[in-house]
């Protein structure tokens, strides 16, 4: 006995869309047939648990792709689960998916944009009718004694009979309609089972006449135990999804459940890929749903400052034919990515404990990670606690924690020079006050230092302050006092600063003293707020124009005997001579030391060569 029965009205009104439209991106029926059939193979393996009953008699569980060309049919056959008679009529009839009602009810009318929405919210089992006008389910739920065959054009109504013939499991055979024909050709399936259901972790075969062809690689590495996955299996999955030969630093595999469920297997890179640096590189993330591909162009799925983090993520609280745009709206994304961020920030932590190893990972992807101290985020503070840097305390590598540890009584703020070799660095005269106060300071040596100093500069409320901008602390902590030979007097440093400002009129915003040198008679600094020499010289060196060049300031150390002497000279004002060949003399040296290139560099030699004759 055949029964008709009519499609719920929400269904009726989603085929009366679906079956006339011409939807380009029609492939989609596959992975949602595919999908299905994985769902129904998970069921019958979870139901063999339960009821031993059911055990497996002779066929492995497994996925069939029938084209056959005579009958201008596909089927999608597995020997899953099945449907019973009450099944067929709710799974099959109704949508039962949440939300589904209000998504129906949004529908406009207009048959080309309902198609659209239809095609990003996924309709499962009915996108069999974009491409078939005909589609019949025979189907026998396991354990039982019948099945069931199931028909329907799509209009209105489906057909429901007993068949006492049909195998256990599903097969759904579609009636292809004539622009749909290409679904038959085995290339286009392979392909498209390769492009979206590789990691389905049931065969899919396909069966093309006598032959038979695997043409997924069925390696959900992901949804297996940890207990059960070897390194050897993580590395060749690492190498495959990270196109990588190498092997992970680290490898990271955990199962979220709470707000949103979802499965990760995440690594980082021993070594920093190729592309790491290229702006339009994305994250080389995958994200499936229920172990279907969806898409790894996922920009807001991991902060810029991970971007070298690699894997899968794989959810079920996305639909299936989640749309590009619904990516980017749906706060699923947004809560997995904060906690992969979580996670993973914390796996580093631990790692980080250990600093020969985490030192592999520091010298690969440290440059990347600050840029997380300057994108704006919620976890500055662990991303600092993650940070190495280089210091005038030894060769090695110091955290945050280490140089607090370390600090002088009386010392309230971290201090950094920036620059772009260490060598050079640790010769900077800026750094003279320091080491005589036995004060470290950190060496900024990346490019990316003179901007992340820009924006975080606080760590566990000490100030983050460049050495040119030291004040107080120097005042306070006394420099060793036996190398402390001279001091000008007051009137000798106004007459000082006067004429050497005239003398460098034009070249040098100001003048002022400091007690920040101690070998070096003077070193050029620039005002706090302002650009660093070093960020100019970046930015030239990228052609980047500098229009707003900084003031320069020309710092003198009021306890350098030459600076006495040259005071002295000011003041008696005699030679003048002499005085602005000296003053320009230091000028340039003070550039040369910078690094920064001179005006007239024959002028600067000519005077030296003068000098030196003096001397001999
Ligand atoms: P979803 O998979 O999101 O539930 P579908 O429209 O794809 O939505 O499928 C509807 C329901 O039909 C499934 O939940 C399942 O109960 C049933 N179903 C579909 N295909 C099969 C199959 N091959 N074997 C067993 N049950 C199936
Ligand atoms: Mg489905």
Known sequence: MTEQIAFQAEVA???????????????????????????????????????????????EMKIELIPN???????????????????????????????????????????????ALIGQFGVGFYASFMVADKVVVQTRKAG??????????GAGTFSIAEDKK???????????KKEALDYLDPLRLRYLVRQYSDHVSWPIVLKDGKQEE???????????????????????FYQSVSHAFDAPWMTLHYKAEGVIDYTALLFIPEKPPFNLFQPDRQTALQLYVN?????????????????????????????LNVSREMLQKTPVMSKIKAGLVHRILSELKKRA??????????????????????????????????CRFRSTVGEGWVSFADYVGRMKDGQETIYYLTGSDLETMRHNPQLEGFAARGIEVLLLNEPIDEFWTQTFTEYKGKKIVSVMHARQDLDKIPADPSKTTVTLTTEEEAALMGEVKQILKGEIGDVQMTDRLTKSPVALITPEGQMSMNLERLMRAHHQPTAFASTRILEINRHHPLMKKLAEMVQSKKDSAAIAETVWLLYDQSLVTEGEPLKDPARFSEALVRLMMQGL
């Not at 059960?228 to 993580?234: F, L, R, V």
């Not at 600050?370 to 985020?377: A, F, H, Q, R, S």
């Open 13 to 59: 009104k989603v085929l009366d869309i679906v079956i006339h439209s011409l939807y380009s991106n029609n492939e989609i029926f596959l992975r949602e047939l595919i999908s299905n059939a994985s769902d129904a193979c998970d069921k019958l393996r979870y139901a063999r648990l339960v009821h031993p009953e059911l055990a497996a008699q002779g066929e």
């Open 144 to 153: 039982d004694a019948s099945g069931w065959r199931w028909e329907s054009e």
């Open 69 to 115: 060309k005579q009958a201008r049919t596909l089927t999608v056959r597995d020997n899953g689960i099945g449907m019973n008679r009450d099944d067929l009529i709710n799974h099959l009839g109704t949508i039962a998916r949440s939300g589904s009602a209000e998504f129906v009810k949004s529908l406009s009318g207009d048959k080309q944009k309902d198609m």
């Open 291 to 319: 172990r279907v591909f969806i898409s790894d162009d996922l920009p807001d799925l991991m902060p810029h400052f991970l971007r070298f983090v690699t894997g899968v993520i794989d959810t079920n609280d996305l639909p």
């Open 353 to 386: 404990d250990q600093p020969d190893d985490y030192q592999t990972f520091w010298e690969s992807f440290g440059i990347v990670l600050k840029e997380g101290l300057y994108e704006p985020n919620d976890q500055k503070e662990d991303i600092a606690n993650l």
């Open 166 to 176: 049909v195998s256990p499991g599903t097969s759904i055979e579609l009636h292809l």
């Open 214 to 236: 695997t043409l997924n690689s069925a390696s959900a590495l992901w949804t297996r135990h940890k207990a059960d996955i070897t390194e050897a299996q993580y590395r060749d």
